[in-house]
Structures are given as C-alpha cells and as structure tokens.
C-alpha cells in the first residue's frame, strides 16, 4: 500500500521501553496528526519515520518500500522542525535550496524551484536574509520552504508551531491546511496541542505511553473517545469525569453518584446494560451543560456549588463542584449576563459518556 | 552610604519628571553604580597593562641601561626606531615569529579541528582521550621546554635513541642546527597547543544545535558535506577567535623558546618576544628593547584587527 506504513515498531533505549508495539498505516495525501501528552512517544515515533532515531523492531515502510534501515535522506522525506532548524550562516535562498545544490540539481531549476515556494509563502522579498534578520513566523515559513522545495513525499512536522505567539499560530495552521490543499502530499504531524490536532488533520492518532490509544477523524475521537484518556485528551476545557454506579435496567438505568442521579440516555443503554461491572465512570463535557433546561427533555438537572465564573465574551466558565468534586462547565448565557452563581444546571444526557471505571474502556 | 543609595533608588522610578526640577531629588546612583563595580578590574588594567605600554614607548626614546638611574639616560628621539628600520637582526626575528607563527597555527588548526571532529561524538572512552589530550596545556611552558631540551638532545634524547632504534635513523642535533631547532620549536608548540584548539572547537561543536545537523540529514548532506557546508561555518566565529589567541601567542612566545634553543643557533629560533628580551636583559638596551616592543605592539594589534575585519565574530552571532 503506498503512503507510509508502520509495523510492530518498538523503540528502547537498553531496557527503558519507549514504544511496546506500535502499527499505523497512513494513507497517501493524507494529513495525520499525532497528539498526545509530552514523553508519550509521538515525536520519537516520528523521528524513527525520518530516519533520525533508529528502530529496535519492526518495519518502516514508505511508498511500498522498506526504509527500516534507510538514511534520512534517502527516505523522500521533508522535515520542519520545531526550532525551525535554519542554517544560520545561509541567506533564505541558501537555506532553501540546500537539499537541492546538494543533490546536484542543475542551478536554473534550483532557481525556479526556490522562487515558487518563495512566492507560495510569501517569502520572495526575503530570499537575501539570514535567518537572525527574520521574525518568527517569517523563519517558519523558511523551514516549511525548504520542505516544499524537496519535493518529497511525506512532510514530517515536529511541533512546528510551539514557538509562536497564539495570533501567528493560528494563521500559520490556515497556511498549512491550505499547503496540504495545494501540494496534496501525505503529511505527519506531531503536536501536544489538541487544537491544532482538530482543525488540520484528516485523522488523529493519539498516544499515551507509546501507545496508540485512538485513531480516527477528529469528529471521531471527540464524539466517540475509546477510552477515558482519549475523553478527557480531547476537548477543551477537558470532559469531566464523576464516579458513579449503575443502578436499574433496561430503560430505567441510572448513574448514581455523590450529589446526583442522571439516567442514561438511549444512545448509552444497550451498552450500559450489558456492562459486566456496575461500577463506572460518568463522563461530562463542560461545554454540554446549560443554564436553562432545553425543550426535549432530555436532560439531568444538577445543583452545582459555583466557586468562580470566569467570564469569557458569550458564555462563562464555571469552576464548581457536585457532591464534593470538583467539576467545570460552560455555559451560553450571552455576553450581558451577570456572573453566575450556585444553584441548578442542566446537563445534555444524549452527549453523557460511561466509562469502565477499572479499565477506562469507554462501554 | 548604602543606605541613601538604596533609598534614593527606590524613590526615584515612581517621580515624575515634572517633579524632579522642583523637589531637588537626589541624583539617580543607578547611572554610576556599574562604573562602581568595573572599577577594580579597570584598575587593575591600567596599572598592569596600560601603564607598561605607555611607559615603554616613553622609554623608547631613551637610551638607558639597567643600573643607571634613568634621570642620567639620554633622550635619544627617534633614533631607537630608525635604528629598527634599518637593523637585520629584528628584521629577521620578525620572518622568523611569521614563519613560526604560520606553521604552527595552521597545523594546530588542523589538528585541533580534526580531533574534535572526531571526538566530537560519544564513543566510548571519549572522554579518556579528551583528557589525555588536554594534559600538554596544563604543564607550564618552562617544564614544557626543559622536557622538549631533553628529549631533543643529541646524546642523551629519546627521540635521537628512538629513531635509532625504530627507523635507523643516524642521530641528529636538533637543537643545533638551524632547520631542526626551527622544527623542533614548532613541534613542541604543536605539541602544547593543539588541545587549545581542541578544547574550543569540541565546545563549539557540541553547542550546535542537533536539529540543524539532523536537518542537514535530511536535506542530503554525507558526513564530509555535513562538516565543510554546516558545522565548520556555524562554529567560524568561534576558529576566529581560536586563531586570534593563539596568533597573539605566537607574539607573545618566550619561556619555551628561551629555555630550548635560546634563540639560537644563530638567530634560527629567536622570535622577535625572544629577541626583544635579549636585547633588554643581555644587551641591556632598554630603550632599544622598548622601541622594538613597540613594533610588536604595533604589528599584533594590525593583524587582529584585520582577522577581526574579515572574520568578525559577532557577525553571525544569532539565536536561530
């Protein structure tokens, strides 16, 4: 299968593990993000890709062919690092245009090769500065010229936008989606911020511990986390998560908890009702909590002790808690309204979660 | 006193402007308190460098002899310098220090980079040869040249015994004749100061940062291209100022010299730091030796300036 293809990869360093066992499969043109927590093993998974990091077990494949033991440079690969990784001692043009001088392409192709990346990125009045005369956003943009200029056929991203202001990196992520438009490579890229990681990619891997926890489209993994670490990874404020039993059956199932008693949605009962374990955990977006009951029904009133609200332009964030924990929502009360105090909120139960409490396995 | 300044600091930011005039309030210590804490190594300086300099082109225009009080020493004007101009002795000291100064530098630049090059990575017991190599700059440069006189010798050297034994090589006077004194010089200040370079070269490398490298990786550069196209450039303002050390060294070079060759034979090794000494303390034209010292001033501060023109260090100092 072309694109690029993991297998069974192991990494250790001596008898510290890194990555167990790990197996991908990432299709041609396709844009996937790896996210996940620091030291969970995403950029090393993606160095062992480049070629930078050596594999322990395990196949690397791209394009069909086994790179496993292949050098970097005879990967067909391009890399933005998170440092930008510039030559200092190049001029833009220099920098761009380096893989190429040193794979002996003739001058004039080098030439126009540089000069439509440079257009591409804005970048065509720069070509004779050194990267130190150059603002951040500007080096980036030079570090994913010199990608686009390869040619390759697989764009690594390591973090490329980490060390830009908030404004910057939300521009430069438009900028990258519209790249993958225009170059229709397959790209992989590595990040730890979830939102970067659910606006551009096709499909998100996310890790935890060297481990693949979920893949899937981000609509996927926010709608239908496997597991509890997916559920609370994704999504911003973070899902809330409430130790509860299960009680009932059948249509009558009940999550009871400390301070309340939600039943659980039809979505939810088949699975519910067939889960081994009683005991679970009930997992609760911040965003999936409103001040007035909507008009289905299909809600639980809750009374939550509200210790602050941060007021945020049309909603406000509430930090409170529920029968003693802690727990956080947001709520669309229009940007008029006064900050909200305790007192009874409602929860959307089609949108509730129910996780194996011992497994985290999502039911 | 302290005390006031802290106070007076303290009040001072919050004051407008306006009021400054008006209420009279006391002078902002925080412009003089750096001159404060420079002050000692400032000193320092001009009583231990600057003084000495200036005082020795004030004696160049003298002719005085140690042991003479120097109310009694003539004002000669500029005769000691047209007296340099037109003396082959300083001439020649001066092609030697070049000649020296060349040869050593360039094969210490080669075989500092190159060790560092290749003891650059962890290998195993990197770190035994670094030190091993490191040992030659901790020995003082006067047991530095009583070793070197030892092993050179004609007759009781290991170095004659050794090449005896391993090559069949009929014993030399080393240190006798002018082109071996000359080598055997050089091969000793080879010998003690290529782990200088050693140790700033490794330390240069080693701080550049590993995705650049990894980056040059990708791109397609092979190990040689990877040394001449990006390390040696990244690191270039840190061999310019290797090169600048060991340049002003070169002028600076006595002990080793005096104590292995003294100069000699004839004047085949006799630097022109050596030349000078000899002229000041054997001679004893002080003046003399002063004008010439002057020359050498002269001629170090040139040749700096010009490395530093060509290969300014700050030009790419960057935080890529």
Known sequence: MPGVGLNNVVKAYGSTVIIPDLSLDIRESEFVVIVGPSGCGKSTTLRMVAGLESVSAGTIHIRDRDVTYAAPKARDIAMVFQSYALYPHMDVAGNMSFALRLAGTPRAEIDQRVKRAAEMLELTDYLDRKPKDLSGGQRQRVAMGRSIVRDAYVFLFDEPLSNLDAKLRSTMRTELAILHKKLDRTMIYVTHDQIEAMTMADRIVIMDQGIIQQVGSPRDVYTAPKNRFVAGFIGSPSMNFLDGELHGSGSKLEVHGQGFKIPVSKRMQITANAAKDRRVTLGMRPEHFAATANKDGKYAALNLDVDVAEYIGSSQFLAASLGGQPITATVDVGPDAEPMGSGQYFFDTNRMYLFDRASGEAL | ?320
């Open chain 2, 1 to 320: 006193m302290a005390n006031a300044a802290i106070s007076a600091n303290s009040s001072e930011p919050s004051a407008p402007d306006g009021d400054r005039s008006v209420a009279k309030a006391p002078r902002d210590y925080r412009n003089i308190a750096p001159y404060f804490f420079i002050a000692p190594a400032v000193f320092v300086m001009l009583v231990g460098l600057v003084y000495p300099v200036f005082d020795s082109l004030y004696l160049s225009f003298f002719d005085w002899k140690i042991g003479e009080p120097f109310s009694k020493a003539d004002n000669v004007g500029f005769t000691n310098y047209l007296r340099m101009f037109s003396d082959p002795d300083v001439w020649e000291s001066i092609w030697v220090t070049f000649r020296f100064g060349f040869w050593t530098i360039t094969l210490e630049m080669f075989l500092g980079v190159t060790l560092a090059l290749m003891l650059e990575k962890p290998i195993r017991g990197a770190s035994i040869f670094r030190t091993i190599f490191i040992l030659p700059l901790m020995v003082s440069p006067v047991v530095v040249g009583l070793i070197w006189r030892y092993l050179f010798d004609a007759r009781v050297g290991w170095i004659n015994y050794y090449l005896g034994i391993w090559f069949g090589i009929e014993p030399q006077v080393w240190l006798g004749d002018a082109e071996l004194a000359f080598f055997a010089i050089v091969f000793t200040d080879i010998w003690q100061w290529t782990p200088f370079i050693f140790i700033i070269v490794i330390a240069g490398l080693q701080a550049l940062p590993s995705e650049v490298l990894e980056a040059s990786r990708i791109d397609g550069a092979n190990w040689w291209q990877q040394i001449f196209l990006v390390k040696l450039p990244m690191i270039s303002s840190i061999l310019v100022i290797a090169l600048l050390m060991r340049l002003i060294d070169v002028f600076r070079a006595l002990e080793v010299m005096y104590i292995m060759t003294g100069g000699g034979p004839g004047r085949a090794t006799e630097l022109l730091s050596l030349h000078i000494y000899n002229r000041a303390f054997d001679a004893q034209l002080l003046g003399y030796a002063s004008a010439i010292a002057v020359l050498l001033i002269v001629i170090v501060t040139v040749l700096s300036a010009g490395i530093l023109i060509i290969g300014n260090p700050m030009k790419d100092k960057s935080d890529v």
